[in-house]
């Protein structure tokens, strides 16, 4: 199958910023996935170059449009690579190819009577660079650019839309995907129930030079959208390119829901007189806001994708941004948010799953991924399940632009796959000699859960699938973790294949807040070296005395061993806010069986500084004699309770 899919040509009157990034991320991803169903895709980007705006911002940097344009345009095609952003074609509506098109279009619906000459007065937006309708103002402005349009009469060539308006109507009617989410359609066709007006296509050169000449009349030039719109078509090499007639068959176009009018009205309706069928689904996302109000240049609060990524990684920003934004609607991007998501989501859940599970096949399998046994254990028909799920769920999501859905069902996978180990306990496994083959099957089935897992996230974070597939011994190009229909089923993974140590996938960001701020009730200070001082003679306390301990259940979400030191763990525990402990422990508990474990601590502490590292509470523990040797079994609770829970 082919896989044609476009992104809009974004104005070069400005640089990059995160909504920007965000189409161009989705494109690429989508690009990938379609690669990974194993589709020849075509993927393009470019920049939108003529028209006011752009002159206008020329001007204001006191160079020529074309020095500025070049400038520009070469900041986004450079933009691209540092989030792994690697489109097939970077179109531009200066390339003398795309202007030569674009002027025998003009001549082409010219000819056939579909552009004609006439007076027009209207509410122009330079901003939008388009007349608005007296209905689309929000207190006399345009809602987009919180300006008044100005009253301009002029006289320019139109383009006969109207006459396609009812060809248009039951074309969505009859393409149900034609426009997506369905509340674009709808939004699209309540407004096809008024006439639609006829579209002016020229702007006069006395106002405006730079843009390309109409063909019969060069006293004017195109109006940008009849310009850039058809980089959809030059990109692939319309009219007689040899790919051209292959790729528009299957053309997709993705958008913010700004430019919802000029790609499902304006562009279909110039199709239909160009005599091309209109292209085959319009996926429309909402916008990034900060507070409330839309990302953008003219309002100043923009966020650049290259802070981003060197602040958080390429990976993180790719996945915060797909799993945040529910694909239709708008979201807020906070850096809050993107340090949940990559503490949460990517250390604890998909960090913490791929590290404990090597480590265990390194430790008790000598790092070779076992042969399974034939198993009808519930543990394990239920990880399949879930797994079976999750890959039919993410054709579907991610084939239907619904990005956030698909990421939900593959971390309910990782999420199960995380309580599978505690289930199974392969710590408890590895002493009894007799339990050899369940533990072969236990480590068997995480490393698939791993092998699947790197196979359906490598289009979203593609850095991070080449490091899993590389500690699983696959390696990048390994079709089991490169291509759906080839590794895209359970138990595929060959048995006998050698893991490789790598680093962490995802360092945690340390924000952790102090006892000191978390916790109202401080105990007293207490003089060191004088504890019996608040006793009684009998060494007993009183109630009121017992009552300053805060005494909680924590659950651990991350645990690792410190460095240079035999006995201390480095636990990150949920009380529920996140805290680091440094406990004694290690000598009687990996990492890997502490991880989704509830513990009894003590939460409130002083903050105290072990092998530099500073730990916020301490972990109750029993000591016991275990063969004449001391043992420290950890205090815990029998049933399962919400972390952060408090023991009285
Ligand atoms: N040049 C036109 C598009 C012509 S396509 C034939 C244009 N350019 S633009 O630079 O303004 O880009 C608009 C697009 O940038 C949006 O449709 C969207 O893809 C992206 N975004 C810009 N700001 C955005 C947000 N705040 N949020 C999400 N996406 C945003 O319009």
Redesign the pocket.
């Given at each position: 199958m082919t896989t044609y899919i476009t992104?809009?040509?974004?104005?070069v009157n400005?640089e990059p910023?995160?909504?920007?990034a965000?189409?161009t991320i989705v494109a690429d991803t989508y690009s990938r996935f379609r690669r990974l169903c194993g589709d020849e895709v075509r993927f393009q980007t470019g920049t939108?170059e003529h028209g006011d705006k752009i002159a206008e911002a020329a001007g204001k940097e006191g160079v020529g449009p074309k020095e500025y344009v070049d400038r520009i345009s070469a900041v986004f095609r450079n933009t691209w690579p540092l989030l792994q952003v690697f489109p097939d074609t970077f179109i531009r509506t200066t390339d003398s190819e795309h202007i030569k098109t674009v002027q025998d279009i003009l001549q082409y619906v010219y000819d056939q009577g579909d552009i004609y000459f006439d007076e027009y007065s209207g509410l122009y937006c330079k901003g939008c660079e388009r007349f608005l309708t007296e209905k689309e103002l929000v207190d006399g402005n345009c809602p987009d650019h919180q300006v008044p349009p100005k009253e301009i009469t002029e006289q320019n060539y139109f383009f006969r839309m109207s006459k396609y308006q009812q060809r248009l109507i039951d074309y969505i009617h009859t393409h149900p995907e034609f426009i997506t989410p369905e509340r674009y359609r709808n939004e699209v066709l309540s407004f096809l129930q008024e006439p639609l007006e006829d579209l002016c296509i020229s702007r006069p050169t006395s106002r405006l030079t730079w843009g390309i000449r109409l063909p019969f009349d060069q006293s004017f030039v195109t109006y940008?959208?009849f310009d850039?719109?058809i980089?959809?078509l030059t990109g692939i090499g319309y009219p007689d390119g040899p790919d051209f007639a292959r790729y528009w068959a299957v053309a997709e176009h993705?958008?913010?829901k700004?430019?919802l009018k000029?790609?499902a009205i304006y562009w279909p309706t110039m199709l239909m007189a160009i005599g091309l069928t209109p292209f085959i689904r319009l996926h429309v996302?909402?916008?990034?806001?900060i507070d409330d109000t839309?990302?953008?240049k003219s309002i100043g609060n923009v966020v650049r994708p290259g802070e981003l990524v060197a602040e958080y990684g390429i990976d993180t920003l790719r996945y915060f941004t797909l799993r945040e934004m529910s694909f239709g609607l708008d979201a807020s991007f906070g850096h809050e948010a993107i340090v949940a998501r990559k503490n949460s989501d990517l250390a604890n859940d998909l960090g913490n799953l791929f590290s404990r599970s090597t480590a265990m096949l390194l430790k008790y399998s000598n790092g070779v991924v076992p042969q399974p046994s034939d198993s009808d254990d519930p543990l394990d028909e239920d990880l399949r399940l879930v797994a079976t799920v999750m890959l039919s769920r993410y054709r579907e999501t991610f084939t239907n632009f619904q990005f956030h859905l698909g990421l939900q069902s593959i971390w309910e996978l990782i999420s199960y796959a995380n309580k599978y180990i505690v289930r199974n306990e392969p710590w408890v496994l590895a002493v009894a000699p007799e339990k050899k083959d369940r533990l072969d099957t236990v480590l068997y089935n995480l490393a698939e859960c791993l092998r699947l897992l790197t196979l359906v996230l490598s289009p979203v974070m593609p850095e991070t699938a080449v490091k899993m597939a590389v500690g699983l011994g696959l390696g990048a190009g390994n079709a089991l973790v490169g291509n759906l229909d080839q590794g895209g089923a359970w138990g595929l993974f060959p048995a006998g294949t050698c893991l490789q140590k790598i680093e962490a996938l995802f360092p945690r960001i340390e924000k952790i807040k102090t006892v000191e701020d978390k916790s109202p009730s401080q105990p007293k200070k207490q003089k060191k070296g004088n504890v019996q001082e608040n006793k009684d003679e009998e060494g007993l306390i009183t109630f009121e005395q017992f009552r300053t301990v805060d005494l909680r259940v924590a659950e651990v979400v991350a645990a690792e061993r410190l460095k240079n030191s035999d006995k201390l763990l480095k636990l990150t525990v949920k009380v529920p806010e996140e805290r680091i402990v440094v406990a004694g422990i290690a000598e009687f508990y990996t990492p890997e069986e502490m991880v989704g474990r509830l513990v009894l601590m003590v939460a409130n502490l002083k903050p105290a500084q072990l092998m530099g590292v500073t730990s916020h509470g301490m972990l109750l523990a029993a000591k016991t004699e275990v063969d004449g040797k001391q043992r420290l079994v950890l205090s815990t609770v029998g049933d399962r309770v919400e972390a952060g829970s408090k023991v009285s």
């Open positions: 992104t809009p040509i974004y104005y400005a910023h995160l909504g920007h965000f189409t939108d940008v959208w850039a719109l980089n959809y993705l958008i913010a700004d430019i000029p790609h996302h909402g916008y990034w806001n839309k990302m953008s």
